[in-house]
């Protein structure tokens, strides 16, 4: 007779609990709390089935925003600048016209640089203009130097990331300054576009380029971007770069 009243009152109190209007809130406490354990029961399953995949994604992601950091740092040098704002402060008196025009082409370096570089693509013409002008300063601060920048096809046309060849550009200007060669040094550029492929050549005949310390971060950039559809070749006097899949 107890057992019957005992679970009569377990009973009535279960019914209570699921309809009466007082206890609507535990009610929804409670579906709330099965619906929670329920998620994060599901998200912890999915988590473990695709952790691999959810790796590579968080991997990818997080190169991407770091490849975006470093990219910036590939700007003009700090000893450029200085050495550019020296020599036109040094002119200003002297040749007064070849200072202005030194400052004119380091003002639209900076200006390619903050505003240009913003977006994901840039016409490839306009990374030409931006290595001329980056030459120029070079070849205004060290007597020693040459360059010749030639460019062929539909450049006008092609897309291609932002900054993307002026690490070579400065690799082998590094190299020029860290051997200290005493003889002329002549550096030639090609640019070519060939039904949907850019070819990009340096040739610097003075020094060795050999040493590929320098490169590590744009072949990890043109991995990201690339993938397989790019080839770069390394040689004592050239640098060799060839792009598949530019944009037009």
Not at 21 to 30: D, F, G, K, Q, T
Not at 147 to 160: F, I, K, P, S
Not at 230 to 247: A, P, V
Request: hydrophobic share 40%.
């Amino acid at each position: 007779m107890a057992e019957t009243i005992t679970t009569d009152n377990k009973s009535t109190l279960l019914y209570r609990f699921l309809v009466s209007p007082e206890l609507r809130w535990a009610r929804y406490l409670v579906l709330i709390m099965v619906l929670a354990t329920i998620s994060f029961n599901q998200v912890f399953i999915i988590f473990l089935d695709y952790r691999d995949i959810l790796g590579g994604w968080i991997y990818t992601f997080t190169f991407l925003y770091l490849s975006e950091v470093e990219q910036l740092k590939e700007q003009v040098s700090p000893e450029l600048l200085f050495k550019t704002l020296h020599h036109s402060g040094e002119l200003t008196l002297s040749e007064p016209e070849k200072a202005s025009k030194m400052l004119m082409k380091l003002s639209q370096l900076l200006r390619y640089q903050l505003y240009d570089c913003s977006r994901t693509k840039v016409l490839l013409s306009s990374e030409i203009n931006f290595l001329n002008n980056y030459l120029t300063l070079e070849q205004n601060s060290q007597a020693q130097f040459n360059y010749e920048l030639l460019a062929d096809g539909e450049v006008n046309r092609t897309l291609v990331p932002p900054l993307l060849f002026i690490p070579f550009v400065q690799y082998i200007v590094k190299s020029i300054n860290e051997q200290r060669t005493s003889i002329p040094v002549s550096l030639k550029i090609h640019l070519k576009v060939e039904e949907n492929t850019i070819i990009f050549t340096c040739l610097c005949l003075q020094v060795n380029l050999l040493e590929d310390k320098g490169l590590e971060r744009i072949r990890q950039r043109l991995n990201l971007l690339y993938g397989n559809r790019y080839r770069l070749f390394l040689t004592t006097e050239s640098i060799w770069l060839e792009l598949k899949g530019g944009e037009v």
